[in-house]
């Protein structure tokens, strides 16, 4: 009967189905770059949202600010410029990491570090500040549908570029000569060389793909958005739940994936529940990309992995700390702020802090081999801990003075380490990667930016800690703590436990190391830090910031740690006075883009700058063609010169290919 309340929910059912087709499509769209990129290099790309984010910018750039017709700027960016940056990508960044053998860890620090570098180089030339008006090819005029129902233009663009998309890669990978060499390379990579496939050429052809399917969603999403630096790039990696729910692998699975999660987050609208429930249900709403990412990862188990194995590889594999010279830099530039007139100190107020929650993941990452994404959100929730006892929003609890707020924040954040360390105990590189990244998304979405945990909070220093210099002395004094505490950590039999377990983990456990136990020592150990370095960074500001503890901030961070050394306490001191420094005395974004161009060659760096300085301080092993007298040379002496001469000149072309 016509206009029943039934047919009335079946047609706002439909309508609001059809409104989901578009982002589910852009989801789709991204899991099928995805796979298509792991299929072919076998590497994830972390950086697929970064892109993404270039690619609109860039197209709004062109129509919007100068003035080109909509389809050839769009052609531009979409045939040009985007498949150029993948192509670019796996020359300069990943073929040297393919060509070393390098593992998964290091090749997720080389995505991180050009996540990192395109949301710099976007910072720099577009700012900040959010912008809208990005330019939809297909119009505003939605098309009619049987039923009085409508469909926007761009979600029939999205689904035939899905269809199309599919069906090519598909027919390419079962019927061509292409398909074969790819199926080959995917299959075992040495041995299709061995074959005489160029190997590279496949790579090549994955990262163009790849780059364009990311095009392709940052120009789908653009026109729904704000343009924002931080904010697209996060949205787009939160749709890498349906490349992990697909194993990486189906294309079918990916895009089911990426319709339902599309189509089901728009049916939650209709789901309003009174009373304290609706703010969880409309963040569930709001960030079902988020559950779906965390679910997928914690269901995939270890089965999700590189190309290369799940080694972790990052450690300068030399003196830990560096030496007394890093040593009487860190502290110069510690005690330089003293000196500094009030603005200039403010800004400094936050390099303790900061060093405090790189140190967790030197901690974590450094010295336990385990990858963590997520540091950012206990250092949040160290801040938003303390924020809450001081303003006396905890049931049953009065509100506290900052500084036995500070004490329980910390020690509240403590055992919440094990939110991570638990999945770690059968999860590595890849794998507990992504389930770290979708912690710290999921605390930042669902905690940090929600209004029920963040409104009417008080976050003040003590009087006796109220002038800057005075708190900057009161940083310096617990970062000093901070420091001596992780290095007897490190040289005591709990260290030489962490080291063992990061070099060799089944050899670890041959020689009777609890490493269970271990991984979850490390993970609340270092949620003890970093929420110790968010509580100072709150205290510092005043307030509590969400978006000073944002994932995309996370990434950073990780990414700093490991260009100044992974093992290297000192160095995580560098890191954070080179991050606040080179923002504080230039302009934001420099930082970024200068951690994000020295993680992007961590190939080039191993073991990072500590690793540099290791290694230039080591003493060179003697030459062994040169202990041979050239004068005595037996045949036998004389085919071991020609051995060593043939494999030295060999590594020396290696390293001259391009």
Wanted: proline share 7%; aromatic share 6%; net charge positive.
């Amino acid at each position: 009967m016509p206009g029943s309340p039934a047919l009335d929910s079946l047609g706002l059912t439909v309508d609001l189905a059809l409104a989901g087709l578009t982002v589910g499509s852009a989801a789709a769209l991204s899991g099928i770059g995805l796979v298509v990129c792991h299929r072919a290099t076998g590497v994830l790309n972390l950086a697929q949202g970064a892109q993404a984010m270039l690619v609109a910018y860039l197209l709004r750039d062109l129509v919007v600010v100068r003035h080109w017709p909509v389809w050839p700027a769009l052609a531009c960016c979409l045939l040009l410029v985007a498949p150029a940056l993948g192509v670019l990508l796996d020359s300069l960044v990943y073929r040297p990491l393919q060509r070393r053998g390098a593992g998964t860890a290091e090749t997720m620090v080389a995505g991180v570090g050009v996540f990192v570098l395109l949301i710099g180089v976007v910072v720099l030339v577009w700012g900040t500040a959010p912008v809208s008006g990005a330019p939809s090819p297909f119009g505003a005029t939605p098309i009619a549908l049987p039923g009085g129902h409508t469909l926007r233009p761009d979600a029939v663009a999205q689904l035939a570029a899905i269809l199309v998309l599919a069906l090519t890669v598909a027919a390419t990978t079962r019927f061509t000569r292409f398909g074969l060499r790819l199926r080959a390379v995917v299959d075992d990579r040495r041995l299709a060389r061995l074959a005489g496939v160029d190997s590279d050429r496949v790579s090549a052809a994955g990262w163009a793909f790849g780059s364009f399917t990311a095009g392709l969603v940052g120009v789908a999403l653009a026109p729904y958005l704000l343009l924002d630096p931080y904010g697209l790039p996060l949205l787009v990696m939160e749709t890498m739940a349906v490349a992990v729910a697909a194993r990486l692998r189906s294309i079918p699975v990916a895009v089911a994936t990426g319709l339902g999660l599309g189509i089901a987050q728009a049916e939650l609208t209709r789901v309003r529940p009174s009373g304290q429930l609706l703010p969880l249900v409309q963040a569930v709403q709001a960030n079902l990309f988020v559950v779906a990412l965390l679910a997928a990862a914690l269901l995939a188990g270890p089965r999700i992995t590189g190309g290369s194995g799940d080694r972790a590889p990052l450690t300068a594999r030399g003196p830990a700390g560096g030496g007394r010279t890093a040593g009487a830099v860190c502290l110069v530039l510690l005690l330089l702020p003293l000196g500094f007139r009030d603005n200039d100190l403010r800004s400094a107020l936050l390099v303790p802090a900061l060093a405090l929650v790189l140190l967790s993941i030197v901690l974590v990452t450094g010295y336990g081999g385990q990858i963590s994404l997520g540091q950012a959100g206990y250092a949040g929730l160290g801040a938003l801990g303390t924020a809450l006892l001081m303003s006396g929003r905890i049931p049953f609890v009065p509100a506290l003075p900052a500084v036995p707020a500070l004490l329980f924040a910390v020690l509240a954040t403590a055992p919440l380490g094990l939110l991570t360390g638990w999945p770690a105990i059968r999860r590595r590189g890849l794998a507990l990667a992504l389930v770290t990244f979708a912690v710290g998304t999921a605390m930042s979405r669902f905690v940090f930016q929600q209004p029920y945990a963040t409104t009417g909070l008080t976050l003040d220093r003590p009087a006796f800690l109220a002038g800057d210099r005075a708190f900057y002395l009161a940083e310096l004094l617990l970062l000093g703590l901070g420091l001596l505490v992780v290095r007897g950590l490190h040289r005591g039999r709990p260290g030489r436990a962490l080291t063992a377990m990061r070099d060799h983990e089944p050899g670890a456990v041959a020689a009777g190391v609890n490493v269970p136990g271990l991984k979850l020592f490390a993970f609340v150990a270092g949620a003890a830090l970093a929420g110790l370095g968010g509580a100072l960074m709150g205290l510092a500001g005043r307030a509590f910031d969400p978006a000073s503890f944002d994932p995309v901030r996370g990434l950073l961070w990780f990414a700093a740690v490991v260009v100044a050394g992974a093992d290297s306490a000192l160095g995580a001191v560098l890191a954070a006075a080179l991050l606040i420094g080179l923002d504080a005395g230039t302009v934001a974004g420099v930082s970024a883009v200068a951690v994000g161009l020295l993680a992007a060659t961590i190939g080039r760096l191993p073991g990072g700058l500590a690793g540099v300085a290791a290694r230039a301080a080591r003493p060179r092993p003697a030459d062994p063609a040169a202990a041979l007298p050239p004068g005595r040379l037996t045949p036998a002496g004389r085919r071991v010169r020609a051995l060593i001469a043939a494999r030295r000149a060999a590594a020396a072309a290696e390293e001259a290919r391009p």
